[in-house]
């Protein structure tokens, strides 16, 4: 597949890994159990916002594409959004750290690993090599409203919070 696009059918069997936020394990040295988020399940029905980023803690990632939404979550959510999500190559106890180190808690951003860029390589969207592209979904009903990849991994533009509030 190359790349999704507006009124596409967002996949029937997309599984991420994630860490549950629990208040037990909130120090960014504590760690729970990564277990699957069967998003394909947990986004049916739902308004998502789903963001991809090449890996946690990296410049482009942490200074330019990451606070948008951080900074934004609140007029995301108001736009009716019920999920937002991040993904990306990294294992699920980096995202958590990545996080816990951007003091997002209570899941009001999901932080999860597209192991081995799986969901990425299955719509063409990867960078670098086979890590997570730079891109954003906007997902409805199961179905998608808008879908934007960054031409270079470091461009935050068509991918970044700005750009995804403007399409909700």
């Known amino acids: 597949m190359s790349g999704l696009k507006a009124g596409d059918k967002f996949p029937s069997d997309v599984t991420f890994q994630y860490v549950p936020y629990t208040p037990e394990s909130a120090g960014i040295t504590s760690c729970g159990r990564p277990q699957p988020y069967k998003a394909s399940e947990e986004f049916a029905g739902k308004k998502v916002v789903l963001f991809a980023v090449p890996g946690a803690f990296t410049p482009g990632c942490s200074v330019r594409h ?3 939404f951080i900074e934004n979550y609140d007029k995301i959510k108001s736009k ?3 999920i937002v999500a991040a993904i990306a190559y990294n294992d699920p106890f980096v995202m958590s750290a990545w996080s816990k180190a951007n003091n997002v808690k209570n899941d ?17 969207w990867t960078a670098m090599g086979e890590r997570t592209g730079r891109y954003a979904l906007i997902i409805e009903d199961g179905k998608i409203v808008y879908a934007e990849k960054e031409e270079s991994p470091g461009e935050v ?5 700005d750009a995804v509030l403007a399409k909700l």
């Not at 009001?108 to 063409?124: C, H, K, Q, V």
């Not at 533009?157 to 919070?161: D, E, N, P, T």
């Open 66 to 68: 990451l606070p948008g």
């Open 80 to 82: 009716g959004v019920d």
């Open 108 to 124: 009001d951003i999901l932080f999860m690993s597209d192991p081995g860029a799986e969901f990425s390589r299955s719509i063409g």
């Open 157 to 161: 533009s068509v991918s970044g919070a």
